[in-house]
């Protein structure tokens, strides 16, 4: 079994050797390539491959002939054809828990650093100002926090919410849009924990962000998409929204250079933009070495899990 880990990725020494003794090769490959023909160059004869961050085409995989399971190191795996790959017998699978805790944490530190104003009152200090009346916050307890999306983050969110005496409402996947308008218009703290499919794109467009309060926040730790980036800028210089804390975006720059559109969002004051980091933790490495070895055995064995269906 040839094992290909075709962009970077980040795993203890521990991990490395043990998933090279259980592929018969395993190459890894420590920067991004910079287009599908070097992408196809690298996994041309792989059995499986496990790609961090570069997305996999139907045309990769349609040039894939060896190509049998495609591991996605992550929750989402919008990046990944999945239907391109069921058609060419390809099984995808997925690693669904390593970082729930990491990012359902990150989550409350941006709910802190939003509603109080930390990174603002700290960004202007380091310029030597020192203005402490200007940075006046909102205190959580008995304000509204509503979930969209409740799934193994969305619920540990709640958990930590409740704890500091919040009010936690939440919409799923089988909550009516009228009811998902509600939740939005009735939130003081909007969050969204909620995998990015073809329903979900764009599902917080400008008439739900309009919907929200004048004086309520939005969290995004999800996926980019599914908030209509250019409505955001705009209801966001409209001054409609209190702030908005960001660490995910459409169209991110993998292994480059932040669009103009995500500078212009990102030099919002009221806005807490971090470049993809919810997930990235010590703990949350080591489990997702566990959970990528844990794969690797289970397609050696012939009885995979946590396998994507199209």
């Known amino acids: ?17 043990t998933i090279e003794k259980l592929g018969g090769v395993v190459i890894f490959y420590d920067n991004i390539p910079g287009s599908e023909s070097d992408v196809l160059g690298r996994i041309s004869d792989a059995d499986v491959i496990i790609p961090n961050w570069i997305p996999i085409t139907a045309h990769i995989i ?18 990944v054809d999945v239907k391109a790959a069921s058609s060419a017998g390809i099984m995808v699978v997925n690693c669904p828990t390593h970082n729930s805790r990491a990012v359902a944490e990150y989550t409350i530190a941006l709910l802190f650093s939003l509603t109080r104003r930390i990174i603002e009152a700290n960004t202007d200090f380091k310029y030597g100002e020192w203005n402490p009346i200007r940075y006046t916050g909102i205190e959580l307890k008995d304000k509204k926090l509503g979930l969209i999306g409740y799934g ?12 500091i005496g919040m009010k936690v409402s939440y919409a799923n996947s089988k909550t009516p849009a009228d009811e ?14 909620l ?53 995910v975006f459409e169209n991110e720059p993998h292994g480059g250079k932040p669009s103009q559109e995500l500078l212009v969002l990102a030099h919002y004051r009221n806005v807490i933009a971090t470049p993809h980091i919810a997930f990235n933790t010590s703990e949350a490495v080591y489990r997702l070495g566990e959970e990528l070895i844990a794969n690797i055995k289970s397609i050696r064995d012939g009885n995979p899990m946590n396998v994507i269906l199209p």
């Open 1 to 17: 079994m040839k094992i290909i880990f075709p962009d970077p990725i980040d795993l203890t020494e521990e991990h490395i050797k």
């Open 62 to 79: 349609q040039n894939a002939p060896s190509l049998r399971f495609i591991i996605v190191p992550a929750v989402g795996y919008e990046s």
């Open 152 to 163: 193994t983050i969305g619920k540990i969110v709640g958990q930590l919410a409740l704890n």
């Open 180 to 193: 998902l308008d509600k939740l939005l218009a009735s939130s003081d703290i909007i969050s969204l924990h």
């Open 195 to 247: 995998p990015l499919t073809d329903k979900t794109r764009h599902l917080i467009d400008e008439r739900r962000l309009q919907l929200m309060r004048r004086d309520a926040y939005l969290i995004n730790t999800a996926r980019g998409a599914i908030i209509d980036q250019k409505a955001l800028i705009k209801v966001l210089k409209s001054g409609h929204l209190s702030g908005a804390a960001l660490d």
